[in-house]
């Protein structure tokens, strides 16, 4: 039917981990082969987007599987993990408060929530720029008609100052497509993360 919000992730480490930017991160897993972990659930974005980060640098990280984002970011600030790929909404306080650092947001620019976090694209790795993103489906065969006028519906709603203020306050923004533009943007996801999945051996048992 059409998209409703999108946002980044952010690249967070445990403070002890002694790397203040994506580029000493880089440096120091290159020097500690396989002892950097993160944590992430078995084939969420927050998976996939450490697997680009791997892919991308040649770096060796461990993955720590976890059944939510919510139980890996409590161990990260509890310093039993390194790392993690972590939503702006899960991971954002602890940044703000120090309890974890923030290296980059995996965006076209930087956020409101967190201004001095810098972009993938500003650190050098414009391959990981990347967003989760939402939208509204119908069953398939829904006629064509509906399909419009529930469209109409979302972009209405996205356009309330009051549900693109909350977006914000989570690092999110809104935005709508048209149900061709949907379908296209899917299509490319799908292309995109199936060639991670394919090269990184993911699977979900």
Do not use: C
């Not at 203040?20 to 991160?25: C, H």
């Not at 414009?126 to 993103?133: H, R, S």
């Amino acid at each position: 039917i059409s998209g409703h919000g999108k946002g980044p992730l952010i690249l967070v480490v445990h403070p002890s981990l002694p790397v203040k930017s994506v580029a000493e991160l880089i440096a120091y897993a290159k020097a500690h082969p396989g002892t950097l972990n993160y944590g992430a659930p078995i084939g969420a974005p927050q998976h996939l987007a450490a697997e680009m980060l791997v892919q991308s640098t040649g770096v060796s990280l461990v993955h720590v599987p976890y059944k939510g984002e919510g139980p890996a970011v409590t161990d990260l600030v509890a310093g039993q993990i390194h790392m993690m790929f972590s939503f702006p909404t899960v991971a954002g306080s602890f940044v703000k408060t120090g309890r974890l650092r923030g290296l980059a947001v995996t965006y076209d620019r930087r956020i409101a929530l967190l201004p001095d976090v810098p972009t993938m694209r500003e650190v050098g790795l414009p391959e990981l720029e990347l967003t989760a993103w939402g939208a509204f489906f119908a069953p398939a065969g829904t006629p064509r008609p509906i399909i419009d006028k529930l469209n109409a519906a979302v972009v209405t709603a996205m356009q309330d100052a009051e549900i693109q203020a909350l977006l914000r306050g989570v690092g999110a923004e809104a935005f709508t497509t048209s149900p061709e533009q949907l379908a296209d943007m899917l299509k490319t996801e799908m292309e995109r993360w199936a060639r991670v999945v394919k090269r990184s051996g993911v699977r979900l048992d």
